[in-house]
């Protein structure tokens, strides 16, 4: 079956710095790919809708200049948390749709800390 | 505002007996609805969907039942196992696009 591979699944970082995750789909063009975050004991809230070779489409609230997200081919899509801050820890999950039957896929997910 | 909403945080049910996990609604413009398992620090695995033109759909132990006129759906599982203590989300969408998550139900089933 189709597969979502995100990386990395855990990271550590210091506040300030710039942390980048990549989602890849490993045997389908992903037309479209969406990332989520996810907080202790809450729903996944989805941040933002990237198609292949346009901008992406951020949801209210989430500012597109802190969470960088580059869709450059159809089987890769990056977030980069630039300038983190304790409150960005939370859990990333990315999710591609396409295949034959545009189903959609996710990632593991990475978890996020911010010292 | 919640347009997904799984009311019960958590479930314990004995092994062997059904399990229900529920989820109300309130966009009437969901046309998808998806039900997934996430164990922690995993991401969500697929378990079922419905489209809003059934109201049943069926896959081996797990049954997902929707009423669109109480904007309701709900999960059955039976018989439980041990192996599906998991945290369960049910999610919904409008032309399979973004999904809108439910904030989970976590199931505990005792042996």
């Known amino acids: ?115 | 505002d919640q347009q997904v909403k799984q009311n019960s945080p958590s479930l314990s049910v004995q092994e062997g007996r059904i399990s229900i996990l529920n989820c109300d609604y309130t966009n009437s413009m969901f046309d998808y609805f998806l039900w997934y398992k996430k164990y922690p620090a995993e991401g969500p695995t697929f378990l079922i969907s419905i489209s809003s033109i059934k109201d049943k759909n069926e896959d081996g132990r797990f049954t997902v039942f929707l009423n669109k006129s109480a904007k309701h759906l709900s999960l059955h599982i039976v018989p439980s196992q041990p192996g599906d203590s998991a945290v369960y989300f049910c999610a919904a969408s409008v032309n399979t696009g973004k999904l809108i998550f439910g904030q989970g139900t976590t199931l505990q089933v005792k042996p």
Request: with cysteine; proline share 3%; net charge positive.
């Open chain 1, 1 to 115: 079956g189709a597969v979502v591979s995100q990386h990395p699944s855990r990271v550590i970082c210091k506040s300030g710095t710039s942390v980048k995750i990549e989602c890849r789909s490993l045997d389908f063009q992903a037309t479209t790919m969406f990332w989520y975050r996810q907080f202790p004991k809450q729903s996944l809230m989805l941040m933002a809708t990237s198609n292949e070779g346009s901008k992406a489409t951020y949801e209210q609230g989430v500012e597109k200049d802190k969470f960088l997200i580059n869709h450059a081919s159809l089987t890769l899509s990056t977030l980069t948390v630039t300038s983190a801050h304790p409150e960005d820890s939370s859990f990333y999950i990315c999710s591609a749709r396409g295949g034959r039957d545009e189903k959609l896929f996710f990632g593991s997910g990475t978890q996020l800390s911010v010292l």
